[in-house]
């Protein structure tokens, strides 16, 4: 009767956030509490629906621990949430055939720049070599050489935006079904890819990025391959294997696993050029848009929360207030102080209030309106197509001019609109809307408007990766250097109960 132990830590982080993320940004739960994600579109939403199909198997809930987008982990939250992952795993080893670890790979930490590695290693050493480990990950997470040495099996996100995530899961878990079964000998190559990349060609069902992920569906699907996947990392956590690489997994078959990994790294190198932001100088889309009927959209994905911003840019307002626009805008800001001020003065009140560069003083200025409270609320709501929690803290809808700007305490994913509905608010009442999230879903936005500007404009997860200022991260890559050369390079690991190599 196989018994398997479920675990997951997810946050991605931005090394150029300049403010720490904290053990209180994480949300853990414990034990059953796991049974919540239930039927949700989560990693270990669909891993659940696999293991409690099979009635033979026994699921050992240990603990989750998920953070929204940041900065950097301050080390004594980094030290306290891995005690508590490891002792919470510890405690329910005995007697566990296999664990399953839902993982997001774009995490960094004071002091550990890859806390994954950390904890695989760590269960690893706890669990021994006979127990098989299989992990999720998101396509934007970095699976470093430390982590690959731990795993028995992987499976990785097929889409961006990302709504794949039980899909993900299942592939998982069903993997760590037939290891358990036994009879398979698992072998990864890894091909690294030295490019960072970003932009519209990354959203699968258009992009040419979705040609290649189509090609690791094949080859998974038509059993080429157990898994497949293309990581194209975090261009914003700046860490020492930040990279794109390839990863295909098969039954014992090193030729096949490395012969498919370097074909798909070498169809993706040419491709990295167009594999960039295409971004607009934020003049140059207000004044487009001021000659456009229908609704459109400013796309702030340098201020993206979902990617590890601070959220609390107003660039793209004060442009917008300078240049006298007429347009309805709608747009979404983090900013306590400023949510406080509007709880204090209540529902109708006018205030004074500065918006916006409450923490990254260097790149934002505050902005000084006089706004009027139009609502308050507690800040909570769920993602769209996740279904999972949003805790933006005490909220506020302050209106002024022509603007309205939902104003949060706490940092949240903003890829969606929910918490524009959660507030009364619906974007199509709207002639500007600002979103902070480098892509949405395309019924959500793009959809319907007329227009999506990509616009260039300052935060720790801008587009135009040359002017982040990469410190740590191996060079020379693309597009931080020129004339970058690539010969494919294919690693292989394998696991047997007694023995781990790569080569």
């Known amino acids: 009767m196989p018994k398997i132990l479920i675990a997951e830590c997810m946050q991605e982080i931005s090394s150029f956030n300049p403010l720490p993320s904290r053990f209180e940004n994480f949300h853990i739960e414990r034990g059953e509490e796991l049974y919540a994600k239930r039927g949700l579109n989560t990693s270990i939403g669909g891993a659940l629906g696999v293991f409690e199909a099979q009635p033979d198997v026994t699921i050992v809930p240990v603990i989750s621990a998920h ?10 939250g980094w030290q306290r949430l891995s005690h508590e992952i490891l002792e919470a795993c510890r405690a329910n080893l005995d007697g566990v055939d296999g664990i399953y670890l839902s993982l997001h790979g774009a995490m960094g930490a004071e002091g550990e720049l890859d806390p994954e590695g950390h904890l695989l290693t760590e269960l690893r050493r706890m669990a021994g070599d006979a127990v098989p480990i299989v992990i999720t990950l998101d396509l934007h997470g970095i699976l470093t050489d430390r982590m690959l040495r731990q795993i028995d099996g992987l499976a990785i996100y097929h889409t961006y935006p990302h709504v794949d995530f039980a899909d993900t899961g299942e592939r998982a878990a069903h993997l760590l079904l037939r290891l358990l079964r036994g009879g398979l000998k698992p072998v990864i190559a890894r091909v690294v890819i030295p490019a960072l990349v970003r932009g519209d060609e990354l959203i699968t ?42 990863l295909v997994m098969t039954d014992g078959d090193e030729a096949t696993a490395s012969r498919e990994a370097m074909r798909l790294a070498e169809e993706f190198w040419p491709q990295r050029f167009r594999m960039q932001g295409k971004l607009m100088s934020l003049d140059r889309a207000i004044a487009q848009a001021s000659s456009i009927a229908g609704p459109v959209v400013f796309t702030d994905a340098a201020d993206a929360t979902s990617s590890g911003a601070t959220g609390d840019s107003n660039v793209i307002l004060r442009a917008l207030q300078e240049a006298a626009s007429d347009k309805r805008v709608l747009a979404q800001i983090v900013d306590p102080p400023a949510a406080a001020a509007a709880h204090e003065a209540g529902v109708g009140a006018t205030i004074d209030v500065d918006l916006g560069g409450h923490f990254d003083k260097h790149r934002f200025r505050p902005l000084r309106v006089k706004a ?12 769209e197509t996740m279904q999972t929690p949003l805790h933006a803290g005490p909220t506020a809808v302050l209106t002024f001019g022509t603007f309205t700007v939902v104003v949060f305490s706490r940092s949240i994913s903003l890829f969606d609109r929910a918490m524009y509905y959660a507030n009364g608010l619906d974007p199509v009442d709207f002639d500007v809307i600002v979103v902070k999230s480098p892509h949405t879903e395309h019924h959500m936005y793009d959809g319907w408007v007329a227009k999506n500007f990509n616009v260039d404009a300052p935060g720790a997860t801008s587009a135009n990766l ?11 890559i693309y597009p931080l250097d020129d004339d970058v050369m690539f010969a494919p390079q294919p690693v292989i690991y394998h696991r047997s109960p007694t023995h781990h190599a790569a080569r």
């Open 67 to 76: 953070a929204g987008s940041g900065g950097l982990l301050a080390a004594d």
């Open 466 to 476: 040359k002017s982040l200022g990469h410190t740590i991260c191996a060079r020379p």
């Open 205 to 246: 069902q258009t992009g040419c990025y979705g040609d290649l992920i189509g090609e690791c569906r094949r080859i998974e699907r038509d059993g080429t391959a157990l898994a497949a996947g293309i990581m194209i990392g975090n261009p914003f956590t700046d860490v020492p294997e930040l990279c794109s690489q390839v």
């Open 372 to 383: 009027t409270v139009r609502l308050l609320s507690d800040g909570t709501s769920r993602l």
